[in-house]
């Protein structure tokens, strides 16, 4: 089956295709052939199932080929990086039609914004302060949108942003097709369908067999020492087959440390996380995306509703606050149908949280085995090669490199006038007596 078996637009599909996505995901299979035809609905499925092009492709289709200038539809997310994320995919499906797609967030100037609006963008993709915000300037006007999607429901419900949600429904005309889509279901969410709502069809796309985690992902949990974290996630960073990674901390400087301290050990490592500006984070996720930083340690916030699909591997360097967190963390791998691997380290103060957030889930892991970075259970585990140790080496020269070969060599002094410089004071000393001079760099944030 492909995107054309459920009735969509042969360009679209045609946009999907030149990025190699051609066959749907099971949500996407149920969700689309209902939102073509306006009904509302409640998508539930695990987070990385494909729920973006199951609401996208239906609105992209039903705004044509060639729509007129204003905002049409809407779609409200939880964070700021779920925002630039979804309008990317949004932008990449429309690809072949005039349709103009606005992310509309937090952390960066209006004017940027502003100008979208203005020059007639369509759909509109956003976080839910930045966009009352504009709509009470009267820069925004939402009363002519046709179709509404809430994607990520219950972050929301957990980032206390339904009031808001609640809000933005009241600048929307009473006629529109309203979509829900979220992992789980609590009760305000349920409410909140009831409300905004007209009979709207639930989907639900799980295995009965799955249980509550994703049967997709193998997990690790491992009671370890504070000391000894570093070295033991650096030793996992160089596991075979090792790819993306995201490593979850618990606050803002556990996240900035330890970025800088991964960077000095020799590996690509970037943060994210609230401290810093709008800028440093996209610049980081950038980075994390393309490939030129392949470890992303973040604060949980900050990284709610990543959508990076090759993470192979996700860190809980903390224990999760609780089991929705836990999942919310571990979703960020094995997404778009891979596999991945979540490693969860267990501290002994934090040893009651996690039996309640094993519980929960029926992990069955009440007490995670005891692990150190020398444990010999923590390499046949995550396949990591004997021997490994929680450094880098520094990339050799090779045996026929000579002074000019692509850098300067060492001890060089910089050219220039050498009339106007000051004789020394004293004469040189031999080069074999010279003090050694440190070296040390410091990296700015977000690198």
């Known amino acids: 089956m492909d995107f054309s ?30 939102a073509l035809t306006g009904q509302d609905l409640i998508g539930q499925a695990k987070t990385g199932t494909g729920k973006t092009l199951g ?25 700021r990086e779920l925002a630039i994320q979804v309008a990317d995919d949004l932008t990449l499906a429309s690809s072949n039609r005039n349709l103009q797609v606005a992310a509309i967030y937090g952390g960066k100037s209006y004017e940027g914004q502003v100008a979208q609006i203005d020059a007639g963008a369509q759909l509109i993709v956003g976080t839910p302060g930045r966009l009352i915000d504009l709509s009470n300037q009267r820069k925004l006007d939402l ?3 046709e179709c509404m999607v809430l994607d990520e429901a219950d972050e929301m419900l957990d980032l206390g942003f339904l009031p808001d949600v609640e809000r933005l429904f009241a600048f929307t005309p009473a006629g529109r097709q309203t979509m829900l889509f ?26 009965p067999d799955e249980g509550h985690t994703k049967a997709d992902i193998k997990q690790f949990f491992y009671r370890a020492h ?38 000095d050990r020799g590996f690509k490592a970037t943060a994210l996380h ?28 900050a990284a709610r509703g990543i959508d990076v699909d090759d993470v192979t591997h996700v860190i809980n360097y903390t224990v999760p606050e609780d089991e929705k967190a836990y999942l919310h963390r571990t979703g960020r791998t094995g997404r778009a149908g891979r596999t991945g691997i979540a490693v969860t380290f267990v501290d002994w103060e934090d040893l009651l949280r996690w039996s309640n957030i094993d519980r929960a889930l029926e992990l069955g892991v009440p007490e995670p085995v005891e692990t150190y970075s020398s444990s010999p259970h923590l390499f046949s585990d995550l396949n990591i090669p004997d021997g490994t140790k929680g450094r880098i080496a520094a990339t050799k020269r090779p045996a026929d490199w000579k002074p000019g070969d692509n850098e300067k060599p060492r001890g060089q002094k910089p050219k220039g006038n050498q009339q106007n410089r000051k ?17 040390t760099r410091t990296y700015k944030q977000g690198e």
């Not at 949500?27 to 209902?34: C, D, G, N, S, Y």
């Not at 992209?60 to 939880?78: D, M, T």
């Not at 610049?283 to 340690?297: E, H, N, T, W, Y």
């Not at 004293?426 to 440190?438: I, L, M, T």
Request: charged residues 25%; positive net charge; glycine residues 6%.
């Open 5 to 34: 078996d459920l009735g969509i637009d042969s360009d679209i599909v045609a946009a999907l295709a030149s990025k190699g996505i051609t066959s749907p995901f099971p949500i996407q299979e149920q969700a689309i052939p209902l």
């Open 55 to 79: 609401f996208g492709l239906p609105i992209i289709q039903r705004l044509g080929l060639n729509p007129s200038h204003g905002a049409k539809a809407l779609v409200v997310v939880p964070t």
């Open 143 to 145: 009363s002519k949108i």
């Open 182 to 207: 979220s992992a789980t279901m609590p009760g305000q969410i349920v409410s909140l369908a009831r409300k905004y709502q007209n009979k709207p069809v639930h989907i639900r796309v799980n295995d």
């Open 226 to 263: 504070a000391l000894d974290k570093d070295e033991v996630v650096s030793r996992i960073l160089q596991s075979e087959g090792r790819g993306k990674t995201v490593i979850f901390t618990k606050t803002k400087r556990q996240a900035a440390k330890l970025s800088e301290e991964l960077v």
């Open 274 to 301: 609230g401290d810093m500006s709008q800028e440093a984070r996209e610049k980081s996720m950038d980075a994390f995306r393309s490939g030129k930083k392949d470890i992303l340690v973040a604060t949980e916030v």
């Open 423 to 439: 004789p020394s004071a004293a004469p040189a000393k031999p080069q074999g007596e010279r003090k050694q001079r440190s070296r």
